[in-house]
């Protein structure tokens, strides 16, 4: 069974900071990996996509990147701003016949101070 | 409207009462997905549907749970008897395509059973 792990649940950071959010995945047999943002009261917004053949993506101020055999993805954010506060949550897709569906990891509960 | 919706945004029954979730997914989204939220449990996968294809109901906690899509667009979930332990926020995520494509979330219900 496919688990993901999130580390830290919560972090706080002053404006203007770099930071790194880890996610790990148990099964390397990944399709795709995905980062989302979720603020409070609200649905999920997709941040980054990255397949299984690819190493990192890139969109704007983020960036994740995969290391499929050592079964990890990382978010960077740099130039940290107030609005970046959120609930950060990568999920994974199984590369396994039809099945979409998502395995999600708890989250980073992330603020940004002023 | 050009998101995935969802109806009504806050729900709150009794114990032993049926509920009934829905979901507009984007328009010409092939694909249809239902996630539980729980506090402290993150996001769990529930149903998938695709096309016209036998939906895979394998995150379904029990027999309780259902879920149809009409006509290969709106889609509801069902909730019978409903227990507080299925005190959560219901959401739904549309794709264009099965597998590799981003999915696209509503903002969810948030069911309360007291």
């Known amino acids: 069974k496919q688990e993901v792990t999130q580390i830290p649940a919560a972090l706080s950071v002053p404006e203007g900071e770099n930071l790194v959010l880890n996610c790990s995945f148990t099964?390397?047999?990944?399709?795709?990996l995905q980062w989302f943002r979720q603020d409070p009261g609200k649905g999920l917004t997709s941040l980054l996509l990255i397949q299984s053949s690819q190493r990192e993506q890139t969109s704007g101020r983020l960036n994740a990147s995969l290391d499929k055999s050592s079964g990890r993805s990382t978010l960077y954010i740099a130039a940290s701003q107030p609005g970046d506060s959120a609930t950060y949550l990568c999920?994974?897709?199984?590369?396994?016949?039809?099945?979409?569906?998502?395995?999600f990891g708890t989250g980073t509960r992330l603020q940004v101070t002023l | 409207g050009a998101g995935v919706s969802q109806s009504p945004s806050n729900k709150v029954t009794e114990k032993g009462k049926d509920v009934e979730l829905r979901c507009d997914p984007i328009?010409?989204?092939?694909?249809l997905y239902w996630y539980r939220q729980s506090l402290g449990q993150g996001l769990e996968f529930l149903i998938y549907f695709q096309g016209n294809s036998a939906p895979d109901k394998s995150g379904l906690p029990s027999d309780r749970f259902s879920a149809e899509r009409t006509g290969g667009s709106v889609s509801t979930l069902t909730i019978q008897r409903t227990q507080q332990e299925d005190s959560a926020v219901y959401l739904c995520?549309?794709?264009?395509?099965?597998?590799?494509?981003?999915?696209?979330f509503g903002p969810g219900t948030r069911l309360t059973v007291l």
């Open positions: 995520a549309s794709s264009p395509l099965a597998g590799g494509d981003t999915q696209y």
């Open positions: 099964d390397s047999a990944i399709y795709n």
């Open positions: 999920a994974v897709r199984l590369n396994t016949g039809t099945a979409s569906k998502l395995t």
């Open positions: 328009s010409g989204h092939t694909a």
